[in-house]
């Protein structure tokens, strides 16, 4: 089984052999996300530095002991923070030409960088890192499974806890507190529990808005565990007796996602993974209240490549490894909304679905 320093050593390769296809002699990464998949590191300020030969990590005080420990692979830098400590920087890799991440980098620190005047040319890339974190190991895999279980175990307490009076406010925090009880670091994201009206809108944050009888509420959450995440929505009706409506949305929604599950397979590409819920609601005459992309990866960022999406690359595929969310929802401002996301692994037969919560839309009072 690869250890930690293998697993270190091995992505360190996979990006050293992309500096030819990327015209550079070295590349700068800065991202949280990927600097820590590939070094390990995890405090909040640093650099990485990678030429075909050697490796350096740049952080400051309050950081060089934990990534002595960390990022032990590396050669270590002090860095404090001031141009003349990036112009040393960069001049220990002797070279000319850096790539730096265009998508991570601001304004304000690419002229930071060209000021340093260390003899640079730097280079844009559009992406570095991020393609190669999409195929999952077993040990990333492990984790994730472990915080879906965390997530699932609070998801399936959500009925027996919403009732009419309580805030989405209150209800949030105490799913929080499940998933932390549970082992989790904390949520993923900021959880969203989103009722009555709330529900149409895809990302509502949540409010002091107390729950009705006869409201649907869409609950979505994620629990984080050592840096990696899990991600899962559930659709409610608050009460015993749902309006025929509220079941014809919710049935479509449910058999939009079970068609992905039943079709999707490694080699499809991200936009007709899309397509087979997109036509189904599309057909049902809810092309307008399906405005965002089927699912997205998950891992050390609760949104990250691949994007299943009708504006995805038209060459981009789905492949075995990766781990992504399956999430049509339909939504009807003045009405509310229905979202069923499930998070799951590409295996060489499909998806297997890495959440284990039921799907109890009744809310009984």
């Given at each position: 089984m690869m250890?930690?320093?293998?697993?270190?050593?091995k992505r360190l390769t996979a990006v050293r052999q992309k500096l030819d296809?990327?015209?550079?002699?070295?590349?700068?990464?800065?991202?949280?996300?990927?600097?820590?998949?590939?070094?390990?590191?995890?405090?909040?300020?640093?650099?990485?530095?990678?030429?075909?030969?050697?490796a350096f990590i740049a952080t400051d005080f309050r950081y060089y002991e934990r990534a002595k420990t960390e990022a032990p692979h590396f050669e270590l830098y002090q860095h404090e923070r001031t141009r003349q400590d990036d112009r040393t920087f960069f001049k220990l890799a002797g070279v000319k030409r850096i790539g730096i991440e265009k998508k991570h980098v601001t304004l304000a620190q690419a002229a930071d960088w060209r000021q340093a005047r260390a003899g640079v040319q730097w280079i844009p890339l559009a992406e570095t890192v991020e393609p190669l974190r999409t195929i999952k190991t077993q040990a990333e895999i492990d984790l994730m499974r472990r915080a879906?279980?965390?997530t699932d175990q609070a998801m399936a307490q959500f009925p027996e806890m919403a009732r009419p009076g309580?805030?989405?406010k209150q209800l949030a925090w105490e799913l929080d507190k499940l998933m932390r009880q549970a082992g989790a670091d904390g949520p993923a994201f900021p959880i969203i529990v989103a009722a009555g009206p709330h529900s149409?809108?895809?990302?509502?944050?949540?409010?002091?808005?107390?729950l009705l009888a006869g409201d649907i509420i869409i609950v979505d959450m994620g629990a984080a565990l050592d840096g990696y995440h899990s991600d899962l929505t559930r659709t409610f009706h608050l009460g015993?007796?749902?309006?025929a409506k509220f079941w014809e949305v919710y049935n479509l929604v449910h058999q939009a996602q079970q068609n992905v599950f039943t079709h999707l397979r490694p080699g499809m590409t991200l936009r007709a993974a899309d397509a087979l819920a997109r036509d189904i609601i599309h057909n049902a005459g809810h092309a307008a209240h399906f405005g965002h992309g089927l699912g997205h990866g998950v891992g050390l960022e609760i949104h990250e490549d691949p994007f299943l999406s009708p504006r995805a690359p038209e060459e981009s595929i789905v492949e075995t490894g990766n781990n992504i969310t399956i999430e049509p929802g339909i939504y009807m401002p003045g009405w509310g909304g229905v979202r069923?996301?499930?998070?799951?692994?590409?295996?060489?037969?499909?998806?297997?679905?890495?959440?284990?919560?039921p799907f109890q839309p009744l809310i009984p009072l």
């Open positions: 250890n930690r320093e293998d697993t270190h050593q296809k990327w015209q550079v002699d070295a590349v700068l990464i800065a991202s949280p996300a990927n600097r820590r998949w590939l070094s390990g590191f995890t405090g909040s300020n640093g650099m990485l530095l990678l030429t075909p030969d050697k879906a279980a965390m309580m805030t989405e149409a809108l895809p990302h509502h944050t949540v409010s002091d808005r107390q015993n007796e749902p309006p069923l996301e499930e998070f799951a692994q590409v295996t060489e037969d499909g998806l297997e679905p890495m959440s284990q919560c």
